[in-house]
Structures are given as C-alpha cells and as structure tokens.
C-alpha cells in the first residue's frame, strides 16, 4: 500500500515543468509517509474493533481532561486549543444592572459546573429534566473551556457602562474584501465554547441558553473544529491545517511563554490608557471567512504555495528548511524572489523589528456548514485571535493583508470585536464583577 | 478554592432542584383540575363559534370578490383560532388544512395541496385576485364547521389543557417570532396577541392552584406576560387591531423573544407542578 502511495503522486509528474519542485514535493511527501509508518500499529489496532456493535459509542481517552477555572485569566485563550470550538454572539436583554449582573452571576455558575463537571441534578420526572442529557448523567470535562467577551454595543446607554470602556473596544468595520452578512456579526456578549468533542460544546450552549432565557437571545453562532494527528513520540509538534490544506498557527507566539503572553495578548498595567479593571482581559477579533475551496483546489500548487508563501505538504517557508518552524529570511529577499512581498504569511507578519508589536495569538477552527446556493460547499475558517490591543493586533494585521492575493480565494462574511472579560479568581469572585464595580454608582 | 466553587455551584443547582421537587410533589388533587378544564372548554367553544362566524364572512368576501373586505377581515378572523390552538391542533388533518403554511408543501405556494387560511392570505396579498381560490375558500369554512363539531364531542386531557400555555409558547418562539406566520399580510402582531391571550387564559384558570403550589412562579410568570402584552399594546392600530409586523422595533422583537424563550421555560413546568404525568 505504501508503494502504491509514493507511486502515484509520482506519475503524472515528467508532463509537468519545473522537475525540482516536484522532488521537493516527494521528498516532503516521503517525510509524511515515514511519521505515518513509525505510529499506525496502535491505530490500526483501535480502528479495527473487531467485537465492536456499529452503534457503540467510540472512545475518547480525553473526557476527564479538565482546565482549571480559576485563575487571573478567562482559561480558553492561552489553553491549547482542542479539536472543537464554537463562538456563539448574543443580545443581552437585562433590563438593569441587577439582571446584568445575575447574568454575569449566573453565567459564572453555570461555567463553573459545566468546566469542572459532575453529576446533574435528578428531578421529578413529571418536570422538564434540568439538564439535556446529551452528555449522560454525570458531565464530563472534555476539556471544556467556557471564555466570556463583551461587545462594544453592551456599552451604549443601557446599564451605564460608557465611563468603564476598555479603550480599544470598537465595533468591527468592514475591510475591502469583506461581504458581512449582518446575521452574523457582532454582538453585546459572545461566548468562546472549546472542548475535546463538538457534542461536549452543545451541551454547554442548550445549558446556558435554558438557564437565562430571560436575559440572553442568541444572535449567531458558528462552530468549527480542527483534524487531530496521530502522537509520534520525539517528533516536534505540528500546527493544524486549515480548509485550505495549509499548516495554520506555525509563527504563532508561545502560549505558554507567559512574557510574552502578558506582553502580547494581556491586558496589564502597561496598557496606561486602560480601566484598571479590565487587566488581565484580552481582546478577541473573530472572523468568520469563507474559502472558495472548489476554486482554491483547482489552483496549480505553486501558486497556492506563492500565495500563502509556505510549502503546502510540510509547512516550511518558501526559502529555506523542511519544517514549518524554519524562520523565513525575508532580509535575504527583499525582492521576493523566493517569498512573493505580497505572500500571506509575508504581509502577515514581516518579520521586523516593527513587526513584532503587531503580534496576534490566533486560535482558528475550520468551519463546514452546507452547500451555497450556487451547489457550493459553504466552508471556510472560524478565525478567532487575542491581543492586548486590537488596533496594533488584527486591525493593524489585516490592513496589511487587505488587497492580498488570497483575497480571490476567500470572502469573510462575518464576525465581531470582543473584550474578554478578566479572569474569575477565588469562590467570590464572578465574571464581570471588576466592570460592574468599576460602574456602580453607589 | 477550585473545589469549593464546585460545591457552591452544586448547592445551588440541588437548593434548585429540591424546590423544585417539592412542589412536583405537593398534592393537586385530581378533582380540583374539574373546574378550570371544564372553563376551558366553555372558552374554546365560545372562540370556535366566533371562528366560525369570523371565517364566514371572511370567506364569503373572498368569493364574492371583495378583496379589500377580505384584507381587513383575515387578521381577526384567525384570532379565534390562534387563541385555541393547543387544543385545535389535536386533530391535526384540520389543523393542517386550516393553518398550513407554504412551507410545509414541497411546492410551497404552487403546491396543490396548499390551503387555508394562508393560501387566501397569499391570494389576497400577493396575486391580488380571489379567482382561483374560491374553491380553497368553501373548503376552509367546511374544514372549520368540521373542527366545531370535533371540539364539542372531545373530552379534554387536563395535560393538554395545562400543557396548552407552554404550547403556544413554544409556538410563537419556534416560528412565529421571525414574522414568517403571516408572510404575506405581516398581521403576525395579531397572532402573537391571540397566542398570548390562549395561554394566558390557561394561567388564569389555574392560578388558585399555581398560588398555593408556587406563589413565586405566578408572580414572575403574571410579570412576564404583562412586559409582552405592554410590548405589543405600543403597537396597536385601531379599536382591535396592529400595525404590521414590519413595525416592531428590533429592540422589541429581541425582548419580545426572550420574555417568550422565559414563559416557555416556565411554563414547560406547569404540569409537573400541577402533578400531571
């Protein structure tokens, strides 16, 4: 089988010109097939169930994973992200500051229960049950993590909250390329849902929507998720590929570096101009970007390459190396003999001095929803990332971006700028509270 | 500290669970729903026969060719019926014949199996002419003759009485709230007031037993239904009549949706509180 494999993107490949890429092609692809050999045994093992009914549940060995909550920072942004994600955007409906801050209370609760897990409450069955069920009586984990954002429009005149705006909190603007569909975009409140299992994510949303139907109306809601790898022990790790079938995350800063995160994705004292209550929140853009995938997969690969400017199969850039973590040296090209100037990747991040303070934490899942009217797949990239200031982050990133080649490949529909709120500390301390105290005018 | 949120969220969530409990299981005698179930069966059949007088001259000026008299009677005709709509849906070859809509035919509008009320609506409204639907009209006054006589010889399940109030709810918040009911004529406000009245009728009926199982509930349920009725009074028109739906401010439309997202959950408990199966 593995003959067969290496054999056929082989054949085709004397009728093309340019013989030296398609080595490079087969050797990145002899690399791929050498992970794929060194790791099968134990999934070929688990795929194959032998004594397995076909409606058994499958098997995931991560449902007691568990994030902490508590912490100065909301969990979800720096948390590795796991293979499912939803941004769900709401109307808050409160007619007060007593029901915004319920709200806030109850979503704190509710978060709390649904991060941790744990049995669900048994109830008179001649009740609605208290909980959906669809994770079972007790709720696993799953690696759930729960991440609250305020929108700008939660700071109009309705509960006061103007004096206490985070400085860089806007309403997201269209750039040229944009085709917003105003159905899903923007938002008084948006929540971050990321587990291990889409059904993990649900359950946590049917939760939330059932226990404030008084002061939250969803607005839009858009899920994602990225493939798994199989673990090879030893070997370095890999970002995941997007629908565009490009590695996406290789230049991301570390989220585990926490100097880096306080100075790239934190809001902290530095930030002068901000209220001191929202230290320790973070800026959240949210995009939600349709790929033209039929289109994209009928583009020669050396144009794909050119355009996100990093080989396709392993990720490396286009001047040097064979991996993805290689750093491009863009000093060497100025005239983009090797990466294009306008290269996704190159305009992204250009790899200045200057450069490094438009650095983003980018957290993107791939997206599948259906078939357009014109009989095309409606796919594309939930594209979420942090910063510590949305006008040097994405704003200044995507003014960069704007008039770049993939533009003819992708369309973004919709989305919204958020401020996730700071993280909830101890026992007494609920979402929001720094924001409403901040406010109050007692 | 991890933990003791933990617990603290659990004690909540079991403080919850046991008020609830309790009144699932205090006791309402079964011979004390006699009286409301029976009252409601007066009020349906008083609705069932303004439906039919409603719906005669309605459909009568519909064959007679009289579109604008059709136009002014077809909003209120339908009241009667949005009202009584849990129990008008038990049969539900009339409730489909009467109250279809396009999209519940393969071939929407040209579908010749569409009927209805919403058939006319869209005969009225959108192909200005009552020619080809004469027909369709004998057969919805028909259908609603045959819909007084069912009603007059049905015993009514008090579950489906009690459960009638989160019914309409759940109507309104499925499909009604997104002004797809009355697409044509945008008359959805006067549906939404009658779906309201239906179920707020059924709290009326058992509000002696609500208040004695739980005073809290009907305090907050009383509230929610007066911010709805309140919301929809601003767009009143005439002696009975709303503007179109068009009219409704985006900021009521959301908080219509969540006072109807909250009554739905509420009342979803009202016959476990009342001690129905």
């Not at chain 1, 404030?212 to 858009?222: E, G």
């Not at chain 2, 869209?122 to 003759?145: G, I």
Request: with cysteine; proline share 7%.
């Amino acid at each position: 089988m593995a003959s067969n494999e290496s054999s056929r993107p082989a054949g085709p490949c004397p009728a093309l010109p340019g013989r030296r890429r398609v080595l490079g092609g087969a050797a990145a692809l002899g690399t791929a097939l050498a992970a794929w050999q060194a790791a099968p045994r134990e999934a070929r093992a688990q795929s194959a169930q032998p004594d397995g009914q076909v409606t058994n549940a499958p098997h995931n060995a991560h449902t007691r994973d568990r994030v902490p909550f508590l912490g100065e920072h909301q969990a979800g942004v720096v948390t590795p992200r796991p293979s499912a994600g939803m941004i769900a955007s709401f109307y808050v409906l409160a007619e007060d500051r007593t029901a915004l801050e319920r709200m806030f209370r109850t979503l704190t609760e509710r978060i709390a229960f649904l991060t941790q897990g744990g049995p669900v409450p048994e109830l008179d069955p001649r009740l609605p049950p208290a909980d959906s069920g669809i994770v079972g009586p007790v709720v696993p984990p799953d690696g759930l993590t729960i991440t609250v954002s305020v929108g700008a429009s939660l700071f109009d005149d309705r509960y006061g909250l103007a004096q206490a705006r985070p400085a860089r909190l806007q309403r997201m603007q269209a750039h040229p390329n944009d085709a917003l569909d105003a159905s899903l975009c923007h938002g008084d409140l948006s929540i971050q849902f990321c587990a291990n299992t889409p059904d993990t994510n649900i359950h946590a949303l049917r939760d939330i929507i059932k226990t404030l139907p008084d002061l939250l109306v969803l607005h839009w809601k858009q899920e994602g998720s990225v493939p798994p790898i199989p673990e090879v022990p030893g070997a370095p790790p890999e970002s995941a590929r997007n629908f565009l079938g490009f590695r996406d995350g290789s230049a991301n800063p570390d989220g585990r570096d926490a100097a880096a995160m306080d100075r790239i994705v934190w809001v902290g004292a530095d930030d002068t101009d901000e209220p001191r209550w929202a230290h320790g929140g973070t800026y959240q853009a949210v995009r939600i970007i349709r790929n033209f995938v039929e289109r994209w997969d009928r583009t020669p690969l050396q144009e794909q390459e050119a355009i996100i400017g990093r080989k396709k199969a392993s990720g490396a850039p286009l001047d040097r190396g064979s991996s993805e973590h290689d750093v491009p040296d863009y000093a060497g090209d100025p005239e983009g003999k090797r990466t294009p100037l306008d290269a996704h990747i190159r305009l992204a991040n250009p790899r200045t001095p200057a450069s490094d303070a438009n650095l983003i934490l980018r957290r993107p899942f791939n997206y599948s929803n259906g078939v357009t009217k014109s009989g095309q797949l409606d796919m594309g990239l939930l594209f979420i990332c942090y910063q510590a200031d949305l006008e040097r982050g994405f704003i200044a990133v995507q003014r960069r971006l704007d008039g770049e080649p993939l533009e003819e490949y992708i369309k973004p529909v919709g989305g919204g700028f958020f401020f996730t709120l700071p993280g909830v500390r101890d026992a007494q301390d609920w979402l929001g509270r720094g924001l409403m105290a901040a406010t109050s005018r007692a | 500290m991890q933990m003791s949120l933990r617990r603290l969220s659990r004690v909540t969530l079991l403080a919850g669970s046991l008020a609830l409990c309790a009144a699932a299981q205090a006791a309402v005698s079964p011979l004390e729903l006699v009286g409301p179930v029976a009252e409601y069966k007066l009020y349906v059949s008083e609705n069932i026969r303004t439906l039919v007088a409603d719906t005669r001259a309605f459909t009568d000026a519909v064959k007679a060719g009289d579109i604008d008299k059709a136009k002014t009677l077809f909003p209120s005709a339908r009241m009667s019926y949005e009202r009584i709509e849990p129990v008008a849906e038990l049969f539900s070859d009339l409730d489909s014949a009467i109250d279809s809509r396009a999209d519940d035919h393969e071939k929407a509008e040209k579908d010749p199996g569409f009927g209805g009320f919403h058939r006319l609506e869209y005969a009225l409204w959108e192909e200005r002419s009552t020619d080809a639907v004469k027909p369709v009209a004998d057969k919805l006054m028909a259908d609603v003759l045959e819909l007084q006589q069912r009603l007059a010889g049905l015993t009514f399940p008090p579950e489906k009485v009690v459960g009638g109030a989160a019914v309409l709810m759940e109507e309104v918040a499925a499909t009604k709230i997104s002004g797809e009911e009355d697409r044509y004529s945008h008359t959805d406000l006067w549906d939404f007031q009658a779906n309201f009245e239906g179920a707020y009728k059924i709290v009326e009926l058992l509000r002696p037993l609500v208040q004695r199982e739980d005073a809290a509930f009907l305090e907050k349920t009383d509230a929610n239904f007066k911010t709805v009725f309140d919301t929809l009074a601003k767009y009143r028109e005439g002696e009975q009549g709303f503007q179109t739906y068009d009219k409704l401010s985006d900021r009521d439309r959301k908080l219509l949706a969540a006072r109807v997202n909250t009554l739905a959950e509420d009342l979803s408990k009202l016959r476990g509180m009342l001690g129905l199966d």
